[in-house]
Every structure is written in structure tokens, then in C-alpha cells.
């Protein structure tokens, strides 16, 4: 005959957790929210910054074909101080600064250095690397 032993009827009648147990779900689980949720707002953190870098992108060229669709004549620095950048890029880029530089060539006859400049700061105040870009544009000459 089998007399099962006192730890085995234990064991066979226990229904539930122990306290033990809970405490080391409750450690693990808190563990793993701390590694999370700083996560999870670093990627939106990162994502937001990505996308004005790509708003920044999109209106520096738009300005730098606008500046080039001007005649060669129309191409210096008092026409393109009036630029100014879109209303949507404003609301994006906090304290966004804008440059267009443009120099002569001393070297290079009927030659224009067009410099573009976007900077802005990101939600903590300081400035990014800001977006740049540059263009020479020529004095077309007229065909005969």
C-alpha cells in the first residue's frame, strides 16, 4: 500500500502563488517597464527630430530653387534677404534661422556661390547641426 508523504500531499493541494513568487513577478515586471518606457520616448524623441531634419531638407531646396529660377541679374544678396521660410517650417523648427549667402567669383567670371543655411533648436534649446547647401549658378550666354 502507498502512503503518500506529507510534502507530496502538499505540493498536490497548493492552488495559487506564493508571496515569494509575486514579489520576483513584481521585480521583473518593474525591471522591464524601466527599460521600456525610456525607450519608447527616446524613439519618438529621435523620430520627431528625423522628420524636421527632413522638413528642414525639403524647404532649404525648394529656397534654392527658387533663388536659382531668378535671373542672373536678379541674384544677390538684397533680393534673397526678402526670402523667407515656409509657415509650416516655421511651426516646425523652433527658433529656425535662415541664411542665403551670395558671392561673386573673383576667379570664375559671371559666376554666383549661392549658401544656403538652415538652423533650428531642438526641444531642449540647443542648436542642431543645421542643414546647408550649395549652388554656382552662371550667366547664360545667348545663343545665336
Do not use: C
Not at 54 to 75: D, G, H, K, T
Not at 112 to 121: P, T, V
Amino acid at each position: 500500500m502507498y502512503f503518500p508523504s506529507k510534502v507530496g500531499l502538499a505540493l498536490r493541494n497548493r492552488r495559487g502563488f506564493t508571496l515569494i513568487e509575486m514579489m520576483v513577478a513584481g521585480v521583473l515586471l518593474t525591471t522591464v517597464m524601466m527599460i521600456v518606457v525610456p525607450s519608447i520616448f527616446w524613439v519618438h524623441r529621435e523620430r520627431r527630430q528625423t522628420e524636421r531634419y527632413q522638413v528642414a531638407i525639403v524647404e532649404v531646396e525648394n529656397m534654392m530653387e527658387r533663388v536659382v529660377a531668378l535671373p542672373f541679374s536678379e541674384v544677390k544678396q538684397s533680393t534673397v534677404d526678402k526670402l523667407a521660410l515656409s509657415e509650416s517650417a516655421l511651426r516646425q523648427l523652433s527658433d529656425a534661422d535662415l541664411r542665403i549667402e551670395i558671392s561673386e567669383s573673383d576667379q570664375l567670371l559671371q559666376m554666383k556661390k549661392i549658401q544656403i543655411r538652415l538652423g533650428w533648436k531642438n526641444h531642449r534649446g540647443l542648436s542642431v547641426v543645421p542643414v546647408r547647401l550649395t549652388s554656382w549658378i552662371g550667366l547664360k550666354e545667348k545663343q545665336k
